[in-house]
């Protein structure tokens, strides 16, 4: 056991430190069969903070909505009319915003060379949605991978990719509602400053706060495909700044098929996205300023896989206020799942100390997460491998206190542990009332063995995620974090 690394000494103090973390509900399946698919899902939140999810079926290209009732969903709604499909796939697809009890949908229509980029509409949060509404202006050539985002009026802007008619010339047009996406103004193209021309296949985000409107995609100059901002300060009528918001130089000669997401937050734009420039997929979060013009500051790496060629992939961000949270899909190996990290002071770095596991079921790969977060609460969909389903997961963000013990320091370690297996460098059977719980309070069956000098603290059945150990001692009580990865 010399080889192990102790981690870190799992206690902290009760009165001077403590830990954010989300505290994850049961998961409830978006649907009770497969018959509807589970590919890329998204989320947004109606009126109340109703979850409404859109996801779809890769084989057939049809899209679906879900809203949840009570603790569980209604039977998905069809979308799409007659024998319309949508270009659908792990990487890009359908995408959903609201503002109160109106949402909107947008999709792209089959066939790629034909099909146009379509929106639907509901006034009732997403209980029924409106036939197809045409939403690009663009005749000549090829629309697709549309984003939107809603203004606080209700108001939807959506962008998308267009070609030319022999599928060259890749950009982004903009196209803005102003009667909540009855109909839509005529394009805008917003990145022509920018040196050469947009990643081809790589999707882009909008997103919008009061005023401010902001474009994220992925720009090919030469080959250095890093992320752009493309700024707007008067509600989207002029494009006048932009600026590299990842700033990583990543030189790749084909299309990586994966594009940022991002959020306007306390005077700036926060970016998150995944590249290859270190050899391997890695997740990453930039701030750029917006006051008094764009300005790029810095680019962090969220926390890697423990094993240098596992990936990370297709992160997504939410938040409000000082509070952001952050999901991508990781694979040690090739098995891939779910992980969060928050912040909740307003500095990036807080990203790096709170990695944490979603998903439940460690069978099968979870993917494409998404996540809304509203007063408090954290919603967040997946793709789950294991069941063919849609996954929600409700979580509230909480503190967590730990305390120091100046007499008595507990080392434990590995932690992470890849088998539930713990070595705490303590006489543990001094300790009292000591219990373990997961992230939801569920008491875990656990064992103590002596190994030596050594207390091995055994759970039985772990799975990945992150499990609370409890203890007192000289009659205080004591929390530890584990581990399971």
Known sequence: MKNLLVIFACCFSLTGMSQTVIQWEPEIFVTEGTTFGNTRPRITLAANDVPVV??????????????LNGSSFDTPVTLLPGTVS????????????SKGDTVIAV??????????????????????????????????????????????????SIVYMAHDAS????????????????????EMEIALSIPDEACDCCPAEYVIDGAQHALLYRNNDLNIRDIYA???????????????????????NSCPSTGPHGMFNNGKLITVFSSRVSGTYRTYISETSTNPTLSFQSTTMVTP????????????????????????????????????AIITTG??????????????????????PDIVYANGKVHCVF???????VIYKRGSIGTLSVSTLNSNPLSIYPNPSKTGFFYINSSIETLNNTSVTNAIGQKCAFKIVKDGTQSILILDKATKEEYFLSFEVNGLKETSVLIVE
Request: aromatic share 10%.
């Open 305 to 340: 896989p423990v094993n240098l060629n596992g990936s990370q992939n297709y992160p997504r961000i939410t938040g409000a206020n000082d509070t952001i949270v952050l999901v991508w899909q990781e694979a040690e190996t090739s098995n891939t799942e779910i992980y969060s």
């Open 107 to 156: 999709f792209k229509a089959m066939s790629m060379d034909l099909g146009k980029v379509y929106a639907l509409r509901s006034i009732d949060g997403g209980i029924t949605f409106s036939d197809t509404i045409r939403v690009d202006n663009h005749d000549s050539g090829h629309a697709w991978m549309p984003s939107l985002d809603m203004d606080e009026n209700g108001n939807p």
């Open 347 to 368: 500095t990036i770095s807080e990203i790096l100390n709170s990695k944490a596991l979603v998903n439940n079921s460690v069978q099968g790969a979870q993917t494409n």
């Open 86 to 97: 949508s270009y659908l796939t792990t990487w890009t697809g359908p995408d959903i915003a």
């Open 383 to 389: 793709q789950d491998g294991n069941s063919g389903k």
């Open 54 to 67: 859109i996801f779809g079926k890769t084989s057939t290209g049809l899209l679906y909505t879900a809203r």
């Open 230 to 252: 493309v700024y707007s300060n008067d509600d989207g009528l002029t494009f006048s700044e932009y600026a590299n918001v990842a700033e990583l130089n990543w030189f790749i």
């Open 167 to 186: 599928m060259t010339n890749p950009r982004y047009n903009v196209v803005h509602s102003i009667d909540q996406g009855i109909t839509y103004q005529p």
